[in-house]
């Protein structure tokens, strides 16, 4: 009888420490949250796309063949932080999601990072802009995959001035992704002699920038910039072309530019912009063959944006790293080191590795919008100017406020 | 002072946008007693209409601007006939619900099909460029604008309370039974009335159904409306 009770008492408790070890080693299920704007002024360049990417990124994984479960849910945003983090905390803790990823607007982007931090969850931002995701609000938690405002000011701004446009007007989305924009472009324009001559901030979406433009053109300053994103973007150059200030001799600086901006402004009035992308879908085969898939999967036909590819390489990356880590520790810091310890290395955005305070390093690319005549294709818009190397593009560590960097 | 003149002038040209978007549902609402949630989203299916016509058939913005509010109007006769005239003489919240329903199911199917972004439509030659006024540059699609909404706003006001037409509807507002008892003035009235591209004419030319609602006025004045503002976004 005793030895009886022993006996069960030893195989309940090796029972216990078998499926503990099991659940460490072995935990092959991942969920992740695709956070972002899906119906508002930046639902086209991230939104359901960026849920698709997802998904396409699960699928290419080949990590179901290997006995994973993988599963995508998405949410609204609407572009306010206070929906933003409540989605968040709800994912983490009644949905129990491991990864947040995608989130355009840095307003949103930013609370999020603050949660994720605290829940200590993986974040691959691929839509946000603000540089302050790996500088002075860094976490240990978070990859910055895409771009940046940083590299958006040393790439367009810095060729803009350096070819002549030393005065500025900044038109400014007033949050906080227009004020790291500007506030990095500043300091690239400054830095190489020019000058800020005003400025004017307008709220978040809005359709009618007369009254902006108007103060923009009696400036008289040389270039105009762009401190804003999507449908604000696309507005102000379609209006700024009906009050003729680009005939007028000021130029545009559209600081950020998406594909999908580019396709709702029309060449007509888009040709000739200069700006700055990590990522277009017609660069090479692997380029074209990943935006064919996903355009024949896309209710409207379009080719991925920047943001779109961004979460499909920075998930790809993110399975990479687990399946090196044969199991799902479910522990964020855990998985954004092992993600940070190996390169990056992808067909969208090439070879490239994610410093020690998140910012993933790539090559960034000058464009120019097509005239009409030299588009070949419904999507056919960007001619490449030039190539900047990641390391030239994304602030050096040096630079770095991030607390992650001082250990 | 120059800037005050400009935005004085950006102000001038807004209000008309504005009074063109609202022109319809003021009407719907003063005329036909609805409150016409949906008014923003056939106000787009116009828009859709004109940016059709011009990528797909190649008519431009002229040709548009008598089509797109023809085509937007049967729609409106459909909703209409189908949905709306069950809520005749019900209270108002029903028409709200009912029409706030109908703008998000067309929102997100013409969302879901053609994502969130504008969709480029050129200005007419005619109307490009812009001239100098000395204290700010007008675009001549702006300064049309202005024109169009004041001479529309103008036009409904007076078929409204000045012509027999106007008179007759609003009696029918009033008193649909009692309009319902000259059966041949109503009658006479159906031509008149869709010449004005079926703007009153469900209204009017259905004598007994008279009390029903009729969107496809809202439609047509949407659709005009929209028309001169869509080339903006």
Known sequence: ?407 | MQALYAQLLVGLINGSFYALLSLGLAVIFGMLNIINFAHGAVYMMGAFCAYFLLHLMGIGYWPALIIAPIVVGIFGMILERTMLQWLAGLDHLYGLLLTFGLALIIQGVFQNYFGSSGLPYAIPDELKGGMNLGFMFLPIYRGWVVIFSLVVCIATWYLIEKTRLGANLRAATENPKLVRAFGETVTLLKCVARGWNGLFSRRIASGPDTARKAPEAPAALDWLSFRICDCRW
């Open chain 1, 1 to 407: 009888m005793k030895n009886k009770i022993i006996s069960s008492l030893l195989l309940g408790t090796a029972l216990t420490l078998a499926s503990a070890s099991f659940a460490l080693a072995q935990d092959k299920n991942v969920k992740i949250g695709a956070l972002s704007d899906q119906s508002g002024l930046y639902a086209d360049l991230g939104g359901p796309g960026s849920t698709l990417a997802a998904q396409m990124a699960a699928e290419d994984s080949g990590l179901t063949a290997k006995g994973w479960k993988i599963e995508i849910i998405s949410g609204d945003h609407q572009n306010k932080p206070d929906i933003g983090t409540t989605l968040a905390r709800q994912w983490f803790d009644v949905d129990k999601v491991d990864t947040i990823v995608d989130v355009p607007n840095s307003g949103v982007a930013l609370a999020v990072n603050t949660v994720i931090k605290e829940k200590n969850g993986v974040y691959i931002n691929s839509g946000a802009a603000t540089s302050d995701l790996t500088n002075a609000q860094c976490s240990p938690n978070t990859v910055h995959w895409t771009y940046d405002t940083y590299m958006l000011a040393h790439t367009t701004g810095q060729a803009l001035v350096k070819a002549g446009g030393d005065t500025w007007f900044f038109l400014t989305a007033d949050y906080a992704f227009g004020a790291a924009l500007e506030r990095d472009t500043t300091s690239v324009i400054t830095a190489n002699g020019g000058k800020i001559v005003g400025g004017v901030k307008h709220p978040l979406n809005t359709s009618d920038f007369s009254s902006f433009l108007l103060q923009a053109q009696s400036s008289k300053a040389k270039i105009i910039g762009l401190a804003n994103a999507g449908g604000d973007t696309t507005n102000s150059i379609k209006q700024a072309a009906e009050f003729g200030i680009v005939k007028g001799g000021q130029k545009l600086a559209a600081l950020l530019l998406f594909l999908t901006d580019v396709k709702a402004i029309g060449l007509e009035t888009a040709q000739g912009l200069n700006f700055t992308e990590t990522f277009y879908w017609d660069m090479n085969d692997q380029t074209r063959a990943f935006s064919k898939k996903f355009a024949a999967r896309m209710k409207n036909g379009a080719p991925p944006t920047m943001v779109q590819a961004g979460v499909y390489s920075g998930l790809m990356h993110y399975f990479k790293a687990l399946e090196a880590l044969g199991g799902n520790p479910h522990d964020g810091i855990k998985v954004v080191e092992k993600m940070k310890s190996m390169p990056t290395d992808d067909p969208l955005f090439g070879k490239g590795e994610i410093q020690p305070n998140g910012r993933t390093i790539h090559s960034a690319y000058l464009f120019e919008v097509k005239k009409p005549s030299e588009s070949k294709g419904p999507w056919d818009f960007y001619k490449l100017v030039g190539t900047v190397p990641g390391d030239q593009a994304f602030t050096p560590l040096a630079d770095s406020k991030c607390a992650l960097l001082k250990k």
